[in-house]
């Protein structure tokens, strides 16, 4: 209440802006007002809901919007929503891939159990690393290069990487997005990749599911959704590549390993 005795109004945002001022994680949604507790995984769900053109069912007090979207506020252009990711060498450590974002929405989260998501939890909408902007992650200044790398680089989150690809690296053939261009790198192809599951989870239509297969990959064994009707199977075929030789199977280990899936 204000000095003269009138109620003040804060909106929502504004209220959950002063709390995060103040340390505190904030737990309501900025597009819908609910209140949530994993802000990461219920923006994920308005995500994918916009990207395939889904209307909500419950009312929103903002949009998604349309370009390189934060995974926590849905936001784009805030210079807080910059995030970026130190990724462990797997060869010589076994630290976590640590992020960083300055987003006022941020909750915390296990990067390895959220980027592979689960029954429970099927978006799996994380920072990930562009092999095509680093192909070569740099090493810590004034170290070898075979030392753990440990400078940030900047990330795309993943519901992002198809809009990145399309937009940055126009050489690259993108599956159902664009035919023409050179094969996709396989460690790009698998950052584009979803999961039955999180797609059912947004209530995407079966008919407008993105389903490709990457040699080798086991990720939607876990996250796979009940099967609803044999013809609805049939409206929505898979995509897969061809079985590759033994000699390409062992260079498709490689993170520059090429796959074409575009018609």
Not at 29 to 46: D, F, I, Q, S, W
Not at 219 to 230: C, F, G, I, L, Y
């Amino acid at each position: 209440m204000l000095f003269s005795g009138t109620l003040a109004i804060l909106s929502v945002e504004a209220s959950s802006l002063l709390s995060a001022s103040e340390g505190e994680t904030i737990t309501i949604c900025p597009l819908c007002e609910t209140k949530v507790a994993n802000m990461r995984y219920h923006m994920g769900l308005h995500i994918l809901r916009a990207l395939n053109n889904i209307p909500e069912d419950i009312n929103m007090k903002q949009l998604v919007s349309d370009v390189s979207l934060c995974g926590f506020c849905g936001h784009s252009g805030h210079p807080d929503c910059v995030i970026t990711i130190t990724i462990k060498n797997t060869a010589t450590s076994n630290a976590p891939t640590q992020w960083n974002t300055k987003c006022v929405y941020q909750h915390g989260f296990h990067y390895s159990f959220a980027e592979q998501g689960s029954k429970h939890k099927p978006v799996h909408n994380v920072p990930l690393k562009c092999e095509l902007c680093h192909p070569v992650l740099p090493p810590k200044p004034g170290k070898s290069s075979h030392r753990v790398p440990t400078v940030a680089i900047n990330a795309i989150w993943r519901y992002n990487m198809v809009e990145h690809v399309l937009n940055d690296h126009e050489e690259y053939c993108v599956p159902g997005h664009r035919a023409g261009g050179v094969p996709m790198p396989l460690g790009v192809l698998k950052t584009m990749q979803l999961t039955e599951l999180e797609q059912a989870s947004a209530n995407i239509p079966q008919e407008k599911w993105q389903l490709f297969s990457i040699p080798g990959d086991g990720h939607d064994k876990e996250n796979m959704a009940p099967s609803t009707s044999h013809a609805s199977k049939r409206s929505a075929p898979s995509i897969t590549a061809p079985r590759a030789s033994k000699k390409t199977r062992t260079n498709l280990a490689n993170a520059h390993s090429a796959v074409s899936l575009c018609a």
